[in-house]
């Protein structure tokens, strides 16, 4: 009797917290397109905005008419931040619901997974993470995202400018990490910068004074933490309280707005490199990409209450890659639709002008990134 | 390359992870100590109480009221817990029960993951003012405050347990079932108490740190295992060897950080651990 | 009535065999998450041999898992080894890590135990994230070849389906044959009764040790199976969070059995492909299903399922 | 009295420790060869833990034991129970886990003649099989002769407390021992049960197995027990033969003063 009562109250709990799921009908044949995102686990406060941005797009797309007079569809799927996941609804995508392209995700190891199937089915997919395409060897994988290289050359670049020559690392454990020291040895003899040092910190630790301190004695005139969210507003934040007063690097995925609420107290200078859908005020009118922006984010602040922001911007560019290369090639075929992004030319997105060809499935060049930095509580473009 | 200043620092840096692995090493030892079982779900209520706080604050409610009412939701879960979930499963077998606490932690996580949101919440420190410098080294005031709760929280323990009839009787619990039902305590009492006090402790933990910490449901799952490593250096059954334990680990992370590499801390650290326990099966302070 | 007590096994055997071209329809995907289950089947017999037969707790089972796919995919993405040869070699490697291991961490109990198996995990995990260059670290390895025997390339899913369950049915079968034993009545003995096997002749560290290098064994071969499966490897799949799931698996299904883990791993690798309309909840979900389960049915799923069982024959038998 | 070539286990000065408490003091004693000896005393006089330590259970603080020759301190109980010692527990310990039968709990005491390998278990079943056979029908001798063929199949703990005792010592014998040491084998036996275990215990002497026994029922003791050892508060009080331990006034004052009435010799 006893644990039938317990019975009643699990079940009235589950039933408390969940809502019916909506259910989706179509009527016409949509072409399908797979979406694979981060909605739980470690990445999901990213995963939303992607979701999100990348949704809208589509709706705006079939609001005005679709494609080839056909409506797009974008069936989602969480990777549970997890590349096994990640692999797994790709699979689901590509075999049970018959998605003609891919696009989606975050950190570069759930990329692989995806991009590994992308491959393996011949279906396009179109990422948006760190994750390096190598054209030869992932012939379906694109990158809808800026390369991680731009994100370490351009605020080098802006270094170089203002004489700072000594640059300490403070690298998270993972791939991020790993991704910007390598990058950052890479190109720090390109702009006569010297790393003074290197350190790395576990993103869930609750201090990481003690790397800082250490770093401190090497005399580094900036410090280089290619992280994200939180542990990129820890470090900042433990510089201020260090009284490190010299400007920190963070990664390009901080160029939105949960990033300025969490360092709004911190009173070093903070560099965000970003694309421009970051800070779109700073654009010039002549660039083509502000048309672009603005209208995307008047249809997002109307639908969601704040403008897109860089993570959307690279899920809106990925959807319109595919629709652009629809337009060109009306096929469901993995391979004419692949030979028809790759040879995509011009196509102005949010993040910057694409093009594509089978050298290079990035498509953006190294000025679409800006540099950034926060003042006041906005973004303020140090390098355009 | 290393400066005092340096080694100050680091000794900072630990004492502030190491309080914190304390605390929750101490609110697993209680429940153990009691109804011989490590709840796996401990990282749970750390990260509920934190959470709860952010929301009382954030409704405009003053800092000490919030922090009182945080304490009591997460104590009043832990004990619905313990007579709801792990009452009836009491006599099943220590592999149920690990595994029956890993379920309520996946239920409180996946409960809070639709309270709270994926979004990480800041709870602002209990006293504003700026670093304070100490033989070169910085210490945050907030760091002040974790190791006032911790010892506030050691007394308020010993206390308990040393001087009240029902410590005692819970105490007596623990060793010999028969005699403290003599001393008017059921095992079943002492098990609620001890619940209760753990899951409080924990949720005391996770607001005392939220401050330094960027909470979210999911941030649970790293102070338990640092709970855990520390009550297996301290030995199940002992508070004194936990609080050590969690102290010593703390750190020893920070100066392997700072002295030897930060890339391998991890994997030095759960070495030592398994060398401990291979050594010392039963913790450093552990008897027998 | 009687042909079905006694040839009942045919039954998922046949549902194995004609999956691919019935239920799945061809269906690569369907196929694909059957892979899955079965590598995932091969990791929790092996937990369940450890645990639910002779009683050692482990929460970190992924590390042999860990160990034998990231053995197969360096062997093979890096150094072009066959993928059986890289099989067999992570299969050796796994079995000495075991071995070296299984004497010192075994003697501890309970918690101590659980907590040692947990560190060796994060110490496999943190290793792999650590040697980046031979591991391809965080950011994961690429380039892993599809699995061939002797030039025979199973890259179609299909093939590589009937290939997994091939080795599922043969782990099943080994495992079959070792507890119903004399070896599996001495983990039995372990299990009950540590001190009293000992004053029975049962050198029970040794017998301790030969299971959990067979668990690992086992752990070590999904691992490889997964590797050429996913084509990809990310230290994030090897984690104490996979190990808390292979261990969920094993409780659901029914501890202490062999076929109860099957039904687990199917559950949980099922579950999901029920929950994507609503993935916020499905960690509460989980939770919840698994309170239910410890509850309710402490034998598991299994248990549900041999109960309706022996009520259908007593019925018969009637 | 101490016949060397006799002796099958000699205990020499063994002294354990627990926690300051003395459990057994510079205790000392022969069993002989074929002998059945009575290890008697009050509770808490020390008898389980010199079973343990003569087993291998724990290890003595200080003093010898040899079995067969081999000094046992420091063994694990496993090389002990491999040199042919075999027990039964105070606290019966069944194997109950995966519903184990009583069948299984006496073939486990095949272990040591099967010596179970994992390569065997799996690639060489038709050897193992027929092992197990033979196993098996020993395993029923076994049952048969502690008279409880019929419970074969059942779970050890839905038999009564006797019955168990019985199952455990089916058990031990199963290992082809040359000693037996028996705690407390026939507490929960009624009057009637008692008497057949008395001859079971003859014919497994008649066997030529060696017993210790440890045993609070005086009247089984005295009737069969050849030789009887005497332990109070760790100590060794008085050894010999049942009539002079029953005429032994410090042990009718240390323990058989209640149980006087008991301690008499059958005609």
């Known amino acids: ?384 | 390359m290393t400066d005092f200043s340096h080694i100050v620092q680091f000794f900072f840096s630990g004492l502030t992870s190491g309080s914190m692995y304390a605390l929750i090493a101490v609110s697993l030892v209680i429940v153990y100590k009691v109804s011989l079982l490590i709840c796996f779900a401990q990282g749970e209520f750390f990260v509920i109480g934190a959470l709860a706080m952010v929301t009382l604050v954030s409704k405009g409610l003053p800092m000490p009221l919030a922090f009182v009412l945080s304490i009591l939701i997460s104590t009043v879960l832990g004990a619905l817990v313990q007579r709801m979930l792990i009452k009836p499963i009491q006599n099943a077998g220590i592999g149920n029960l690990i595994v029956m606490t890993i379920a309520i932690s996946l239920t409180l996580r996946g409960a809070a993951l639709l309270v709270w949101g994926k979004e990480s919440h800041i709870l602002k420190p209990f006293s504003s003012g700026a670093p304070i410098p100490v033989l070169g080294a910085t210490l945050q005031p907030q760091v002040l405050w974790i190791i006032s709760i911790t010892i506030v929280v050691l007394i308020m323990i010993w206390i308990f347990f040393e001087k009240t009839k029902l410590g005692i009787a819970m105490r007596a619990c623990a060793e010999n079932r028969l005699g403290a039902s003599l001393m008017g305590i059921s095992t079943d009492k002492a098990a609620l108490l001890a619940w209760a006090w753990g899951s409080g402790i924990g949720a005391l933990a996770g607001m005392a740190v939220a401050p330094l910490l960027f909470m979210q449901y999911g941030s649970g799952v790293m102070p338990m295992v640092k709970g855990f490593i520390a009550v297996s250096i301290g030995g199940l059954s002992s508070i004194v060897g936990s609080v050590v334990a969690g102290l010593l680990l703390g750190t020893v992370e920070a100066y392997t950080i700072g002295l030897i590499s930060s890339k391998f801390s991890d994997t030095i650290v759960f070495s030592l651990l398994m060398v401990v326990l291979i050594f010392k099966p039963s913790g450093l302070f552990g008897k027998g | 009535m009687k042909l079905l007590k006694q040839f009942w096994w045919i039954l998922p055997l046949a549902f194995i065999a004609f999956y691919p071209v019935t239920l799945a329809g061809g269906s690569p995907y369907w196929s694909g998450l059957l892979i899955f289950v079965g590598i995932y089947v091969i990791l929790t017999v092996g937990l369940d041999l450890l645990m639910g037969y002779t009683g050692q707790i482990s929460v970190g089972h992924a590390a042999y898992f860990a160990i034998g796919a990231y053995a197969s995919g360096i062997l093979t993405a890096k150094y072009g080894f066959s993928p059986l040869g890289a099989m067999v070699i992570g299969m050796v490697l796994t079995g000495i890590v075991a071995w070296a291991l299984g004497r010192p961490v075994l003697a501890l109990k309970e918690y101590y135990l659980a907590m040692a198996t947990l560190a060796f995990n994060e110490i496999v995990v943190t290793l792999i994230i650590g040697l980046e260059w031979l591991t391809g670290g965080a950011s994961g390895l690429r380039d892993i070849p599809s699995f061939s025997i002797f030039g025979l390339v199973l890259s179609n899913h299909v093939h590589y389906y009937y290939f997994v369950w091939a080795i599922v049915i043969i782990v099943i079968a080994c495992s079959l044959a070792v507890v119903r034993s004399p070896f599996g009545r001495t983990l039995v003995a372990i299990h009950s009764d540590e001190v009293a096997a000992r004053a029975f002749g049962v050198d029970t560290a040794k017998y301790k040790t030969r299971i959990f290098v067979l668990a690992s064994v086992f752990a070590s071969m999904a691992g490889s199976l997964f590797t050429h499966y996913m084509g990809f490897l990310a230290p994030d799949d090897f984690g104490v969070l996979t190990s808390i799931n292979i261990l969920v698996m094993l409780f659901l299904g029914g501890i202490g059995t062999i076929f109860g883990p099957i039904l687990g791993a199917f559950f949980m690798k099922l579950l999901p492909e029920l929950t994507y309309q609503i993935h916020d909840y499905e960690l509460l979900l989980s939770g919840l299903i698994l309170i239910i389960v410890l509850v309710f049915m402490p034998k598991g799923l299994f248990g549900i399922f041999t109960a309706i069982w022996e009520k259908m024959f007593a019925k018969a038998d009637k | 009295m101490t016949d060397k070539r006799d002796a099958i286990l000699s205990v020499k000065n063994v002294t354990k420790t627990f926690e300051g408490i003395r459990a057994l003091e510079d205790v000392s004693f022969d069993v002989k060869s074929g002998h059945i000896k009575a290890l008697i005393g009050p509770n808490g006089a020390g008898k389980t833990t010199l079973l343990n330590a003569i087993n291998g259970i724990m290890s003595p603080d200080s003093g010898h034991i040899h079995f067969l020759g081999h000094d046992v301190v420091g063994h694990s109980a496993d090389r002990v129970a491999g040199l042919g010692l075999s027990r039964t527990f105070q606290l019966i310990r069944m194997f109950t886990i995966n519903n184990a039968t009583v069948l299984d709990n006496v073939l486990l005491g095949a272990h040591m003649q099967l010596k179970p390998t994992l390569f065997e278990s799996i690639f060489s079943r038709g050897k193992v099989n027929k092992a197990e056979r033979k196993a098996c029908d020993r395993a029923m001798e076994l049952l048969r002769f502690v008279g409880l063929e019929k419970a074969a199949d059942a779970a050890p703990g839905s038999l009564p407390f006797g019955n168990q005792r019985l199952v455990e010592l089916a058990r031990s014998l199963m290992t082809n021992p040359k000693m037996l040491l028996l705690d407390e084998p026939a507490s929960g036996l009624n009057d009637t049960e008692v008497e057949s275990f008395t001859e079971l215990l003859r014919s497994i002497r008649e066997k030529g197995i060696t017993i210790l026994l440890v045993e609070h029922n005086m009247k089984l003791v005295m009737n069969i027990a050849d030789d009887i050892v005497v332990l109070d508060f760790g100590k060794k009080l008085a050894e010999g033969t049942p009539q002079a331990i029953c005429a032994n006034p410090q042990v009718i004052e240390a323990y058989l003063g209640t149980t006087q009435t008991e301690c008499r010799l059958e005609p």
């Open chain 1, 1 to 384: 009797m006893k644990k039938f009562f317990v019975l009643i109250i699990l079940c009235s709990v589950f039933v408390i917290f969940t809502g019916v799921g909506p259910i989706m009908a179509q009527t016409k044949a949509p072409y399908k397109i797979g979406g694979i995102f981060p909605l739980t686990g470690y990445l999901s406060w990213l995963g939303e905005y992607k979701k999100k941005g990348s949704e809208l797009k589509v709706e705006l797309i079939n609001k005005a008419g679709g494609i080839n007079g056909r409506q797009l569809e974008l069936v989602v799927y969480d990777d549970q931040s997890s590349p096994e996941t990640g692999s797994r609804v790709a699979q689901r995508l590509v075999s049970k619901d018959g998605v003609i392209a891919m696009i989606g995700t975050a950190s570069v190891p759930i990329s692989g997974a995806v991009a590994s199937i992308g491959n393996r089915y011949k279906i396009p997919t179109i990422i948006g993470s760190g994750y390096e395409v190598d054209p030869k060897k992932d012939h379906f994988v694109f990158n809808s995202a800026h390369k991680t290289d731009f994100a370490v050359e351009r605020p080098f670049e802006y270094f170089k400018g203002k004489g700072i020559t000594k640059v300490a690392l403070l690298m998270p454990i993972g791939p991020l990490g790993e991704l910007g020291g390598g990058l950052a040895r890479k190109y720090a003899p390109k702009y006569g910068i010297t790393i003074v040092g290197e350190e790395r910190f576990d993103v869930k630790a609750p201090d990481i004074t003690a790397q800082l301190a250490k770093l401190r004695t090497l005399g580094p005139q900036a410090v280089f933490s290619f992280c994200t969210g939180e542990p990129a507003a820890l470090v900042a934040r433990s510089m201020a309280q260090l009284g490190m007063n010299i400007p920190v690097l963070v990664s390009h995925g901080n160029a939105n707005p949960g990033f300025l609420k969490l360092v709004s107290n911190v009173n070093i200078p903070i560099l965000v490199p970003a694309g421009r859908a970051a800070a779109p005020e700073s654009i010039p009118d002549n660039d083509p990409c502000k048309r672009v922006i603005l209208d995307f984010n008047k249809a997002h602040q109307q639908k969601f209450g704040e403008p897109a922001n860089y993570y959307s911007a690279e899920m809106v560019d990925a959807v319109d890659i595919i629709a652009a290369a629809l337009k060109v090639v009306p096929t469901a075929d993995g391979e004419k639709l692949q030979d028809a992004i790759e040879k995509t030319k011009g196509l102005v997105g949010m993040n910057g002008i694409y093009n594509f060809s089978t050298t290079d499935h990035h498509g953006t060049v190294l000025q679409d990134m800006m540099v950034l930095t926060v003042k006041d509580g906005k973004w303020q473009v140090l390098l355009k």
